[in-house]
């Protein structure tokens, strides 16, 4: 049975939701921000809406008073739960990448999407069967936006690497920072690479650490998983650096190794995350397309 939602303050006014990704604790985070118009910062799959609905119970937040839905890319395990979350939370606006919108508004896209999903994974829907959004409550933002949340205010930060259609979330008022796959995996104090195909961009995610770099976080949110630690500008520049070893790793084995299984397993144990074979591939790919 899966255990109750019980949402951690991570930072002032923010809380971490487990949301419990193919059943499995510390897997897959979302925040909520308590402010005076309260946001969910990610969607989660779309079998883990009921949780989200939990976490906003539990927080005493009522669904009307969501005011939005921030989706930081349209990956499913970030975004599969925005069509479903959107109904919940009536009133909330659901800001997605103005690269992705498409994907996640238009019927047929989002089936091509699930069938890729459903191609790289081996699995049918494993994150659940997503509903598209209705346009008329989808904002497209860029980078450089904000949103006023009453009490906290939230910039868009372009953060393309992970996913061209990815972007982080400043909080001006906290100095906290959502960078969710932008900024890579956090477990057990470790960092580790988070490379998917099709679209993983070396140059782009190294930029993207740059960018957020600037930004002087005193704390970045990653959504596999949680919090980081307390130096948060170091981490990024550590992820840019880590990020241009991974490759150079990945792609070293790869004129020696054959397959992407072969290639993991004579990879040494620091490389070895949860999702390192999905990693490789998207190493691999990216090669292929000439992006690293």
């Known amino acids: 049975m899966t255990p109750p939602v019980r949402p951690v303050r991570v930072a002032p006014a923010t809380y971490l939701l487990d949301a419990h990704l193919f059943g499995t604790p ?5 925040y909520v921000l308590d402010a005076e118009r309260p946001v969910l910062v990610d969607a989660g799959t779309a079998d883990s809406v009921d949780r989200f609905a939990e976490a906003l119970d539990r927080l005493a937040i009522a669904p009307a008073d969501v005011a939005a839905v921030l989706v930081t890319h349209v990956h499913l395990d970030h975004a599969g739960g925005a069509g479903a979350l959107a109904d919940h939370c009536e009133n909330a606006t659901v800001y997605v990448h103005e690269r992705g919108v498409g994907y996640l508004t238009d019927p ?3 089936a091509r999407l699930r069938e890729s999903v459903d191609a790289a994974t081996g699995r ?6 997503p509903q598209p959004i209705p346009e008329d409550r989808v904002v497209a933002v ?22 061209p259609h990815h972007y982080a979330v400043f909080d001006e008022t906290t100095d906290a920072l ?10 057990e104090e470790r960092l580790y690479p ?5 679209s993983f961009d070396l140059d782009a995610n190294v930029e993207t650490c740059e960018r957020l770099r600037a930004l002087e976080p005193s704390l970045n949110l990653y959504g596999h998983f949680g919090p980081g630690g307390d130096d948060a500008v170091g981490e990024l520049e550590r992820y840019a650096d880590l990020l241009t070893e991974w490759v150079e790793a ?10 992407v299984t072969a290639i993991v397993e004579a990879l040494d144990g620091r490389w070895q995350s949860p999702t390192v074979e999905r990693d490789v591939a998207g190493v691999l790919a990216a090669r292929d397309a000439g992006s690293t």
Request: with cysteine; proline share 8%.
């Open 26 to 30: 510390g897997a897959l985070s979302a």
């Open 108 to 110: 047929e896209r989002l």
């Open 124 to 129: 049918t829907d494993p994150y659940g069967v």
């Open 142 to 163: 860029s980078g450089g936006e904000t949103l006023d949340c009453g009490d906290h205010t939230l910039e868009f930060v372009d953060a393309p690497g992970h996913a």
């Open 178 to 187: 959502f960078a969710i796959d932008s900024a890579g995996q956090f477990f």
């Open 194 to 198: 988070t490379t998917p195909p099709p």
């Open 250 to 259: 990945v792609e070293t084995l790869a004129g020696v190794h054959g397959d």
